[in-house]
């Protein structure tokens, strides 16, 4: 199970940050991220990371803003969102995956377990 928080109103330019706790079987998560879904049909992804190699990618709409990070200890997936932008407006979700997806990460298929998601609006 995956349950996001953090999500809120911001004016542009500022921070917010995003968490996700999971819980249940943690220790068959290979990757984990973030994805979005704006005013489109399809979910964006936006950062994703491997809570053992430390790998992480970041899509080139959010790089130098954004950044994905965790807490094993805690179960914990992080997203810092910084100088955000009308753009950034969107439902971000959590999503885990038991397969080593590496440049695969920003592929919805590639993840089995989804949270409800939380609205990020920035004016």
């Known amino acids: 199970q995956l349950v996001e928080s953090g999500g809120g109103s911001v004016q542009g330019g500022g921070p917010l940050r995003l968490s996700c706790q999971a819980s249940?079987?943690?220790?068959?998560?290979?990757?984990w991220g973030w994805f979005r879904q704006g005013t489109g049909p399809e979910r964006e992804g936006v950062a994703s990371i491997n809570p053992n190699g430390g790998w992480s990618y970041h899509a080139d709409s959010v790089k130098g803003r954004f950044t994905i990070s965790q807490d094993n200890a805690k179960n914990t997936l992080y997203l810092q969102m910084d100088s955000l932008k009308p753009d950034d407006t969107a439902i971000y979700y959590c999503?885990?995956?038991?397969?080593?997806?590496?440049?695969?990460?920003?592929?919805?298929?590639?993840?089995?377990?989804w949270g409800q998601g939380t609205q990020v609006t920035v004016s």
């Open positions: 249940g079987d943690t220790a068959s998560i290979k990757y």
């Open positions: 999503a885990r995956s038991r397969f080593a997806i590496h440049n695969r990460w920003n592929l919805e298929y590639e993840y089995n377990y």
